[in-house]
């Protein structure tokens, strides 16, 4: 019973591994306004440099970035 299932764990690593090798999942970033406590952050940004860009003008916040699940 034991050897059937590690085949099965290798068989499957084996399969999913390339998927995300061939398909990496696109980052997102987020902006959270200084003060906006209550409001939703803009997530729209594709690197932190971006972000942080559209930050500075704003007076200020912090960026951090969106974990897909």
């Given at each position: 019973m034991q050897k059937a299932a590690l085949v099965i764990l290798i068989v499957s690593v084996a399969i999913v591994s390339?998927?995300?090798a061939i398909a990496p999942v696109a980052a997102k970033y987020c902006?959270?306004?200084r003060?906006?406590?209550?409001e939703k952050p803009d997530c729209t940004f594709?690197?932190?440099?971006?972000?942080?860009?559209?930050?500075?003008?704003?007076?200020?916040?912090?960026?951090?970035r969106l974990h897909h699940q």
């Open positions: 390339p998927a995300f902006a959270q306004l003060g906006a406590a209550g594709k690197t932190l440099q971006e972000c942080r860009a559209s930050l500075k003008g704003k007076g200020g916040g912090h960026c951090y």
